[in-house]
Every structure is written in C-alpha cells, then in structure tokens.
C-alpha cells in the first residue's frame, strides 16, 4: 500500500481502486449463482453493471452489501478488506444502495428519510430546525429544492430518488449503487438524475449503475462489466465498445458466429399468412408503454422481444384485461376488444402464463389438480359442484400428455420443481382449449430437459392452430422459435420481422439501435 | 429471497411438521384417554352432551369463520351479530301479531334473524371487497354497532320467554340427539363439503392462497370475499338463535359475548392457515372440541375456569407458533 | 392539492372540528352540558380510555395491534386493589408492573417467536383476563380504605382531577416522543415500511417491542385508575376496551395501516367517542326522543365507518391499480 496524498481521501491502493471485488463464487442450494466473477470500480468512476435476468448482477450486488455471503473471493473497499454481514454494515462501511422499490418510507417526511439513523439532538431531544437545514443542504447540492416537511409521497419518484442518493451522502457514502434507477422516470427526471450522478462523480463518489437503457449508458457512464450465467465476461470503457457488442456479450450471442440450433424450436420453412386474430394499435399505459402496435395470426407464434424494461409483459397485461390502457386500442378478428378483466379475455378464448409462477401463477397450497383446473371449473362444474371425474380425466390426460412428474394429481404444487409447475401452468390453459395463449418467459427458471419439452410443446401447439404469442429474454428462443418477431424497445415497437427475415443480428440491431440496419451491424 | 430455504426440509422426519399436522388430534387423543383413567364418570352419554352442547355453538360459528379465514381474512363481529340475531327472533314470535298461530311466528322469526345475520355479514364483505379495507378493522364497525343496535332493538330489557316451537332448536331430542348437535353437524359436514367439493370452495381456496394467480385465473375474487363473510354472518345468526333457545331468554349484552375469540381459537387449534390458502373444517371442530376439553378436564379435576384460560392461551400460541414453524 | 394531502387535512383536523362543533351543539342545547361537575365526571372517566387509546396508538402506527389492553386493565386493577393494603405507591406500582408484564410478553411474541400481533395479543388477552380472576377470586376486590388509595380516583390537582392529570401528562410524553426523540421517529417509519426500517439500519425490533411494552404498562396504569375510581379491582371489566381504544384511535386520524398518525389527535378521539355518550344523556334528559345508551355503540360504529370509508377513498392512490 502506498501512502501519499490520495490517501487523505482515502482512494488509494497500489492499483488505485475503490472497490476489487475477485474471484466470487455464490451457490444457492448447491447451483452456483455467481462464478469466479469479479467486479472493479475505480474512484469517482460512474460503472454500468449489466446483463439478462439471472445473470448474476443483483447477487453480486446483494454479496458486496452483506445480503448474501460468499462461498469464495475476495472483496476489497477502500484498499481494505470489506467484510459485513448486512446492508446497514456496508452503509457503515461507506457503500449505499438504492434500489429500485424505493426503500424508504412514503408516509414520513423528507426530513426523516434522510436523517433518520444519525439524528442531530438538542438536549436529548430531536432538533427538527438543524436537521430540516441539514436535508435542504443535501438536497441543495443537486439543486433540488422541495418542503422537506412534507411527507415523500407528496413528491414524484425522481425526487424520492434524489431523497435516496441525499441519504446515501448523508451517510458519507463513497459508493452509491442504483438499481435500475431510471426504470420509472420520464425524460425530463432522467436528465435531473443524471445531472445528480455526474456531481458526484465530481465529488469523488463512484456509481454502479444497473440498468438496461442502453442509450442511458453511453450518455452517463464511463466503464461497464457484463456479467452472464454468473460470470464476468467483459469489463470495458464505454467509449470502447458498441452498442451491438454490447447487447451481443450481455445476450451471449456472437455476432460473427454463425448460428447454429440451440434450442428445440423448429419453424416452418416459410411465414404463414393465416388470417389476424388480434390486433394492437398503438396502446400505451403506465411509465413503461407508449406505443406498441402488432397484428398476431391464427397459427402462428409471435414474440415479443426487447431488453427487460422494453414494455413486453406490461403489453400482454393490457392483451389479457389485467391492466388497461390510457390510449390505443385492440380488436379480436376485426371487432373492437376492450378487456376489463381477465375473466373477459378468459371468456374470449385467452390463456396467460405470467412470467412470475411464484407471485402470479401457482397457488402454493393448492394441489396439481386443482392448480391445473382453475380456470376450467366454470365448466367442469355443475350447478357449482366440480365433477371430480371429468376432472380426473383432464388432469391425467395432461399430466401424461406433458409428462408431469408428480406423484399424483393431489401433491402440492409447491412441491414441484420449476418445470413441472410451468407444465401445470400450461395445462391449466389448454385445458381451456384457448384460441391465444400468452406465455411469458415460459422457459424461465427451468432445467435444460424441461425446456426443449416446452418448446416442442409450444410449436406443436401453435401446428394445430393455436396463436401463441411468446415473450423470452432468451435470444435464441425467439429467433429460432417465433414465426413472427415485434421488437420492443423502449416502450415501442421498433421492428417486425416474420418468416425467414427473422435472425439474431437483426433482432439485435433492433433492440440495440431502435431501427433496423440490414448490413452493417457497428455502430 | 429464498437465501436457504432447503437443507432441513431433506430430512425425512421433521418433528414441527409432524406436530404441526396432528398435534391437535394427538392432544385430542391423550385428553380423552387421559380423562378416561383419571376423570370420574368420564366415559358416560351425559358427560359427552355436556361437551357437545358447551361446544355447539362455537363449532358452529367458527365453521363460518374457517372460510373467511381461509380467504385470508377475519371476522370480529361475530359475536355481535348472534346478539342481533338473537334480539331479532324473540321480538317477532313473541309479538301480539301471531296469536294463535305461533308456529308461523316462529318461521318468520327464525328466518328473519337468520337474514338479518346474513345481511350484515354481507355488509362486512362489502366494506372488504369494494373498498379493499382491512378484515380486521371493516368488521370492528359491526362488532362495534352491532351490539348496540341488538340492545336498542330491546331496550336493553331481558327478553324471557317459553315457546316450546322455537325452543326445539336448542333443547329437543330427536333420537335422542340434541337437535343444536344435529344442526352442528349438519353445518360442519355441508361446508367441509363445499370446501372440498364445490367450485365455491376452490374459489375460497385460491383467493386466500394467491389472490393475484387466481384473479388471472378469472376467478371472482370480489364475489368470494363477499360470499363468505355473509356465510359467517349465517352461522353466527343460527348460533345467536340456538344460545337463547337453551337459555329461554335473551340478553342483548351478553349473547355471543366474546364468541369472536373462541371462534378464531378453534380455526387456529385447528390448522388452518391464518394467512389463508389452506383450510380444514374437521381440524376446526377437532380444535373447538380440544379446547373444550381441555377446559373440562382442568374443571373436572378441580382447576378453577380462569386457569383453564391461561391454559387456552398457551395452546392457541403453540398452536399459532407451530404453524409458523412448518411455513418457514 | 392531492388527494393525499387532502386525507391527511381530514385525518388531522376533521376530528377537532367534529370535537369542537359537538361540544358547541351540547353547550347551546343543554343546559348544564359545560358545567362543572358534568365536564369533571365525563374528563375523569374517559381518562382511563384515553390511557389506554395512548398505548394503542403507538401500537398500531408501528401497524400492529394491541387487543390485550382492556384485560390487562382489569389485571391491573386487581393487582392494585390488592396492593393498595401496603400503600398508594405499591398499589400503582403492582398495577403498572403486572401491566409491563404483559406488554413485554406481547413484544416477546411478536417479536422472537414472530406470531402476528392480533393472535398474540388474543392469548394475552385470555391470558389475563385468567390472571385478573385467579388473582381476585373472582369477585372485586375492595382496595384499602385508609391508605390514602382512592384519592387517586377523586382527588383533584386544582381544578383537574387526577385520573385527568395523569393521562394529560401521558399525552404530552407521548407526543414528545412521538415528535422529538429518534425512538418515536422510528415508531412512525416502521408502520410506514418495515422492510425499509431495516434496511435503513433501524433497531426495528427493539422499538416494537419497547411499543408493546408501553401499550401494556398504559393499560396497567389505567387499570389502578380503574380501581382507585371504583373503589375496587375489577377482574371483568375492560371487555371491549381495546376496541373502544381502537376506533378511538382510527377517528383520531391514524393510519391503522400504521406509518401515520398523531398523539393529539387521538385524545380528540377519545373525548369525541366519549362527549357523543354524554351527549346521548342529556338528549334522553330533554325528552324529545329516548336514545338508550345502547345507541352510543351505534353511534360509535358509526362514526367509525364513516372515518374508515373516508380514509379508503381519500389514501387509495389511482395510479397503483394492478389486478
């Protein structure tokens, strides 16, 4: 270790950096979540952590802030070793996270959600003025000026946020980590935030910034590491590095390879033209549709493809009558289709898997059997007694049929393995012999066996006449199972690609660049 | 976060679990042999009425409250409604209006209560399925109200009365059996059939157990919520009928006084989750008998009735604590 | 102005404004509605409420709930009555120690063995409602006449009487708590985000449990209030109060979700539940309509709906609609 004047801020190392995370192995349950990655963050550097969901970034993170221990590695902070068991000990330690559910508390006032923790006392007693000047002092170096003495929700998430990093510097934080900070700011906010982030790089305090708007990246950053499957695969300065290599290194695909088969997808050799079952039109909701626009076919699987963030499930709530839209419209074979409850899609031959089985899927409680025919029991049910029969009768027929490894059609769900469970999700729908089945990330969370099972499933469905409308983080999936591709990006469709003009490279171009360019993938 | 959910769940025995599953019907068990050996004239018809007449009434309510709960809710105002009930019925059939024709008084008393039970159940829905406030604090109104609107209804006055035809519901014997213990036993079989056979039951199920999944599933997770708080509201009407039937007279202050605990001790002893999503009907009435008798058994072998309510207590904490264990 | 805002105007002021217009309507129809003794009487007996409504707002606005407190009041009181033979300090101590007893047995529930706070505080309910009666025989007890006891219950500090005094002091320690240490500071930012708490590094655990503690310790004080005001430990009385102390505290504005709320407020609470009984009294007195004190609960559940429904439409926020 080397002394010398950096020291007296504290930043110096032989190598010069604020944090060297190397060599981190985490396992949960025995399946490795995180492989010799690493992660390095230089002082007063703003870093782009990035890749797909599970690729490890947020087990990373939860390691660095105490959540989670490390089976192996080392961490470093400050040129010392960094060991704490909780997210208040890294707080201590000088590293900050804001996560992307703001925690803090809405109903208290800005003032105690900076200051509470380290109070300022007047004889014993909570010294309001000194700690309301102390918040407005805070708040005042981002140029924010809001009534500390209001309570938080009074005001919108960019100055919550604000609040966050104000209490982070309180803290003496001098790493701050964003999760997904921009996730629900407009433009404007965006620009307010990133103002905020480039004075404190000024101020000598590094960011990790997670996030998955690449344009936000180039405009902000100044290095990025890519993780997937729990590994590091890049570190690299943003100025170096394309968007395409980018999204191509975070996605595992390389560009100059040639593709071969990956998954157990097989497409038919030429784009059908059934007739359109339903249509969007420029539907926009919430903070994360704006323009989505799309034509599905009887017959065929279309997908939805962007980058998390990019407005695919929040589409498919809209499609299922589970959120509904502020403008645009839909229409199920040409007559106007407003949904306003999932039962009205339901009734109009819809199925939808969720992506997330725990939150939105199963019933944990409930058996396989039951599970399976949720949403069947207005008709296996007779003057509201289920007919145990024709119910045993469906569920045997799709627990053979998808080879459901169970031990009987009354095992708890929860007991399943992700698989399995996915296959009970499929089954309650297609027992409901639907006309448009929504999967969302279908294969997510599920081991390889299963995974072609459900593929081959899909397609097979889709031949007999079923439009499948397919959404997957997996590039792969969607380039060589879909027969019709929308790229999503941003909250707008971008592209569309059916038959043979769907590829990987131009999926990426898309998703990448917001519009198609057909020959030269660099920027 | 699942940090590290598996490990022990590996081991084929776990002891929680097991106790969780059927420590109330173990304890049933001992209780009894326990009470044949040492409790004096024990094994005897009249010993057995005594309990299922003490414990009738509560089976009865917490039938109802096992599907409320079973949705992830709670109903307080129990109690207040079988006072309502109770006030409502012997103010029609002991009315001038009937004369002679007592019989028909009696009809409409009973399902007039019984619809004003009902109403007022609905009412509890309504507030938590409309407005989406919390079980706990929508029928804290009712809970509160309820009694009062019972004693305005009689003025606080004791209602005595002797009408053989009403009676019948808390003092008769058919075969022998008092007819509350057939209508108990009617009410917990038709419901742990409607929780386990019919499509309402599903519904009660999956709204507890994921209320988001089952609204996707399309589900009507409003109609549900307002279903079962008016089945309780039912029960606690037949209950409220059947206390003043065996007392012959009816005080608004004291009808159903306190049932609300009994009730909710019954469902807890007996299994179901509190959170909702899982539910047992029979686990119900074994924990409504278990606390009985266990409250017998401390009377019988001279304990005093306050000790048998700190015993109640601790059984309904382990019980509560068990459960805890086996979620985790 | 935003709807929220809007509720927390409501939730605030509505309660004094409806506090105050009462009392004005009682003043100009009834004759001796402000006079001495009747203001006395209604300010000594809701006293014991009003302690008992302190410890369950700080209970519910960390977003638990406290239904223990009406049979540790009645705990305490025998515990009172029968220590009122020793003395007037071991009489209040035994009331308010059997009553931190309890409070900590709460806290220890809910905190270590994690069981929810409505089903916690129901065994500790029957818990103590068993204690009171073991402990009294089953009957009231008399507490000592010569030791100076009662005077709690009918003595007067000036013109205030003490049961009033000591619950005007409770309130303006728990509203400098509330206001003015970290510890109220925190009561506040657990109900409105326990998670949250924790990861901002607050002693989560601890003040819940301190927050139980204190509802318990309240109730034990009300209790030798209880005693000293009839002259006997009541073992079966209090059934009911933790509800009464509940919807005092919900008109009084607080948040039952937890997060929000004030010490204030919850007086005006109290007084509002308690004025609107006298109220229903002297109405029978002028003889245009017989109201039965049965119509108070009435009236109370009431007023509880309407300030529940208000709450709901005026907090529920338009743009968090998910399925």
Redesign the interface.
């Known amino acids: 270790m080397v002394g010398g004047p950096a020291l007296a801020r504290g930043t110096s190392m032989a190598d010069g950096l604020l944090l060297s995370m190397r060599g981190i192995d985490k396992r949960f349950a025995g399946i490795p979540a995180l492989t010799d990655a690493s992660l390095e963050v230089e002082p007063g550097e703003v870093h782009a952590l990035i890749g797909q969901n599970g690729a490890g970034k947020s087990t990373m993170i939860k390691v660095l802030t105490g959540y989670h221990r490390r089976d192996d590695g080392d961490v470093a902070f400050d040129g010392k070793p960094f060991e704490v068991s909780s997210p208040q000990q890294a707080q201590a330690g000088g590293i900050s996270t804001i996560y992307q559910e703001i925690n803090l508390v809405p109903l208290r006032s800005v003032t105690e959600n900076i200051c509470l923790g380290r109070e300022t006392r007047r004889m014993g007693l909570l010294d309001w003025r000194a700690m309301h000047a102390e918040a407005e002092r805070l708040l005042g170096r981002f140029r924010v000026k809001v009534d500390v003495r209001r309570p938080l929700m009074d005001f919108s998430t960019a100055t919550q946020q604000m609040v966050a990093i104000a209490r982070a510097i309180g803290f003496s934080a001098r790493l701050v980590i964003m999760d997904e900070p921009t996730s629900s700011l407009d433009e404007q906010e965006v620009a307010v935030l990133f103002n905020v982030i480039r004075q404190l790089r000024a101020d000598g305090v590094s960011v990790i910034f997670v996030s998955h708007k690449l344009d936000e990246l180039y405009e902000v950053c100044d290095r990025v590491t890519i993780m997937r499957d729990g590994r590091t695969v890049r570190t690299a300065r943003m100025t170096e590095i394309s968007k395409l290599e980018l999204v191509s290194q975070m996605l595992g695909r390389d560009v100059a390879k040639t593709e071969g088969q990956t998954t157990s997808f097989s497409r038919p050799a030429q784009a059908s033209d059934g007739e359109v079952v339903l249509e969007g039109r420029s539907l926009a909701a919430g903070q994360s549709v704006h323009d989505v626009s799309f034509r599905l076919r009887r017959g065929e699987i279309a997908s939805f493809a962007g980058l998390l963030g990019a407005g695919r499930t929040e589409t498919a709530r809209l499609i299922f009558g589970a959120d509904h839209p502020r403008a645009g419209g839909l229409s199920l074979d040409g007559k106007g289709f407003t949904p306003a409850h999932p039962r009205d899609a339901i009734a109009a031959g819809f199925g939808f898997v969720s992506e997330d089985r725990k939150l939105e899927g199963i019933v944990p409680e409930m058996s396989v059997a039951e599970n399976m025919t949720l949403a069947l029991l207005p008709r296996i049910s007779r003057n509201g007694v289920v007919d145990e029969k024709r119910q045993r009768e469906v569920v045997n027929h799709f627990i053979k049929e998808l080879g459901i490894k169970c031990s009987g059609p009354g095992q708890r769900i929860r007991e399943l393995s992700g698989g399995n469970q996915q296959k009970v999700l499929l089954a309650r729908w297609l027992a409901m012999d639907p006309k448009l089945l929504i999967l969302d990330e279908p294969t997510r969370g599920i081991d390889v066996g299963a995974k072609g099972e459900i593929q081959r499933l899909i397609r097979s469905l889709a031949d007999s006449g079923l439009t499948v409308l397919m959404i997957s983080s997996e590039l792969e999936e969607v380039a060589e199972g879909a027969d019709r591709v929308f790229v999503l990006r941003e909250g707008r469709t971008v592209a569309e690609f059916a038959g043979d003009e769907i590829s990987e490279d131009r999926i990426l171009a898309a998703m990448a660049q917001g519009h198609i360019t057909h020959e030269d993938p660099t920027r | ?7 022990r769940r590996l081991d084929s025995f776990d002891v929680l679990e097991f106790l969780a599953r059927y420590g109330t019907l173990i304890a049933l068990g001992l209780l009894i042999v326990f009470n044949i050996v040492f409790t004096r004239n024990f094994a005897t018809l009249q010993t057995l009425n005594v309990n299922l007449t003490q414990v009738c009434t509560i089976v009865i309510v917490a039938t109802g409250m096992t599907l409320v709960i079973a949705t992830g809710g ?1 109903d ?1 105002s129990v109690g207040s409604i079988m006072a309502i009930s109770g006030a409502l019925a012997p103010l029609i059939f002991l009315s001038p209006v009937f004369g002679d024709n007592i019989a028909l008084g009696v009809a409409i008393a009973m399902v007039a209560a019984i619809s004003a039970a009902t109403l007022c159940g609905l009412f509890n829905g309504w ?1 938590v399925a409309q ?4 079980p ?3 029928t ?13 209804m009689t ?2 006055n004791l209602q005595v009365f002797r009408v053989p035809e009403f009676q019948w519901i808390g003092l008769g014997r058919p075969f022998g059996l008092p007819v509350q213990v057939l209508l108990m036993v009617t009410l917990v079989v038709v419901t742990a059939w409607l929780l386990r ?4 039951g ?2 009660v ?2 709204t507890g ?2 209320e ?9 997770v409003k109609r549900t919520k307002l279903a079962v708080y008016a089945i309780s509201g039912f029960c606690a009407g037949i209950a409220g009928l059947v206390v003043i039937a065996i007392n012959s007279a009816s005080d ?1 202050n004291l009808v159903g ?2 049932m609300e ?1 009994d009730a ?2 019954a469902v ?1 002893v007996g299994g179901t ?2 959170v909702g ?2 539910a047992t009907i029979m686990g119900t009435l074994t924990g409504a008998l278990t606390i009985q008798l266990v409250r017998y058994t401390l009377l019988a072998n001279g304990v ?7 015993v ?3 059984i ?2 382990v019980a ?2 068990l459960q ?1 264990q086996r979620r985790v | 102005m935003n709807r929220a805002h809007l509720a927390r105007l409501v939730g605030t002021y509505g309660v004094l404004i409806a506090l105050v217009a009462l009392i004005l309507f009682g003043w100009l129809r009834y004759e001796n509605f402000l006079s001495p003794f009747n203001v006395t009487t209604v300010v000594r007996y809701n006293s014991m409420f009003a302690l008992v409504a302190l410890g369950m707002c700080f209970v519910i606005m960390t977003g638990g709930i406290d239904l223990s407190v009406g049979s540790t009041a009645a705990l305490g009181s025998v515990a009172a009555a029968l220590s009122s033979h020793f003395g007037i300090i071991p009489g209040i101590a035994a009331g308010i120690g059997v009553g931190v007893l309890v409070g900590a047995i709460n806290g220890l529930l809910v905190t270590r063995a994690n069981i929810m706070p409505f089903v916690a505080t129901l065994c500790t309910l029957l818990a103590a409602s068993g204690s009171a009666l073991l402990l009294s025989g089953q009957t009231s007890v008399p507490v000592s006449s010569t030791s100076g006891f009662i005077s709690i219950g009918t003595g007067a500090l000036w013109i205030v009487p003490i049961p009033t005094a000591v619950a005007l002091i409770a309130y303006a320690l728990g509203s400098l708590v509330l206001n003015y240490t970290a510890t109220g500071r925190t009561v506040l930012a657990i109900g409105g985000n326990e998670d949250a708490s924790r990861l901002m590094g607050l002693p989560v655990a601890r003040v819940i449990f301190l927050v139980y503690l204190t509802s318990g310790a309240l109730a034990g004080l009300a209790g030798v209030l209880l005693a000293a005001l009839g002259y006997a430990g009541q073992p079966t009385e209090g059934v009911g109060w933790e509800l009464f102390a509940i919807a005092a505290v919900v008109v009084g504005g607080t948040l039952l979700t937890g997060g929000s709320g004030s010490v204030i407020t919850t007086l005006a609470g109290v007084l509002l539940l308690g004025i609107l009984f006298n109220v229903l009294n002297f109405e029978n007195g002028e003889g245009w309509i017989t109201l039965s004190a049965a119509w108070q609960s009435v009236v109370r559940g009431l007023f509880l709906l309407a300030v529940i429904l208000l709450q709901a439409s005026l907090t529920r926020s338009p743009q968090k609609k998910k399925v």
């Open positions: 976060m699942t940090v590290n959910a598996p490990g709670i307080l507030l407005f989406r406030i919390q706990i604090v929508a804290l109104v009712l809970f509160i109200a309820g009694r009062g609107i019972a004693q305005a003025n606080s056979r019919s499509r309402f599903r519904s199920l999956a157990g994921n988001r999944a089952a609204e996707l599933a399309g589900i009507a608004a006084l306190g605990l909710i001790a807890a989750l509190l999503g899982r005093p009735d306050a000790a048998a309510m700190i109640k207590a601790a309904i904490a509560v604590w805890q």
